[in-house]
T-cell receptor, first 112, second 111 residues
Framework: DADVTQTPRNRITKTGKRIMLECSQT?????MYWYRQDPGLGLRLIYY???????NKGEISDGYSVSRQAQAKFSLSLESAIPNQTALYFC???????????FGPGTRLTVL | GQNIDQPTEMTATEGAIVQINCTYQ??????LFWYQQHAGEAPTFLSY????GLEEKGRFSSFLSRSKGYSYLLLKELQMKDSASYLC????????????FGTGTLLAVQP
């Protein structure tokens, strides 16, 4: 059973389209994170949230927005997708007692 | 600024030992993670060093020197399935648990 799930797993879209990537977790963790991974650049933090009412920008938040609908759900939106947002996107969770982050399986997004 | 350096690629032989180095310069430091990532898959946790010294976990060991801004991951008795990227990440955000990742070291294990 997957503890952190992401949908969709793959998505191809066109420039200018609005896209939402969803993340759900059954680990009961309060902290959730969105990262993107690009070849040669490593994982970079987009947004993070400590609870439903707490949303924070990461290193590269421009062009992205997020919504924490519930403790278990954290969505990432691209309001108007552009080709340089083509990347592998990961959601991660952690709890207050351990610093380890648990990653979802990733969403491969291609913007044409 | 924030910077983490690790080699881009390494090659080793099945059954051998390999050491993957990581150096870091960050605005804060709470601990250092090593994650394993197979191509196209999620990173999975290997180790977390908070204090100086060596921590051993089966075939994998991780070392930290905070004064030198240096860590290494040691993999023993290499197996083909160890072929993967190894990511070094520093927890620099205090209570926020924010991580900064290195670009990863792609390890190829050859027969």
């Amino acid at each position: 059973d997957a503890d952190v799930t992401q949908t969709p797993r793959n998505r191809i879209t066109k420039t200018g389209k609005r896209i939402m990537l969803e993340c759900s977790q059954t680990k009961g963790h309060d902290r959730m994170y969105w990262y993107r991974q690009d070849p040669g650049l490593g994982l970079r933090l987009i947004y993070y949230s400590f609870d439903v009412k707490d949303i924070n920008k990461g290193e590269i938040s421009d062009g992205y927005s997020v919504s924490r609908q519930a403790q278990a759900k954290f969505s990432l939106s691209l309001e108007s997708a552009i080709p340089n947002q083509t990347a592998l996107y990961f959601c991660a969770t952690s709890d207050l007692t351990r610093d380890e982050q648990f990653f979802g399986p990733g969403t491969r997004l291609t913007v044409l | 600024g924030q910077n983490i350096d690790q080699p881009t690629e390494m090659t080793a032989t099945e059954g051998a030992i390999v050491q993957i180095n990581c150096t870091y310069q960050t605005s804060g430091f709470n601990g250092l993670f090593w994650y394993q990532q197979h191509a196209g898959e999620a990173p999975t946790f290997l180790s977390y060093n908070v204090l100086d010294g060596l921590e051993e976990k089966g075939r994998f060991s991780s070392f930290l020197s905070r004064s030198k801004g240096y860590s290494y991951l040691l993999l023993k008795e290499l197996q083909m399935k160890d072929s993967a990227s190894y990511l070094c990440a520093v927890n620099y955000g205090g209570a926020t648990n924010k991580l900064i990742f290195g670009t990863g070291t792609l390890l190829a294990v050859q027969p």
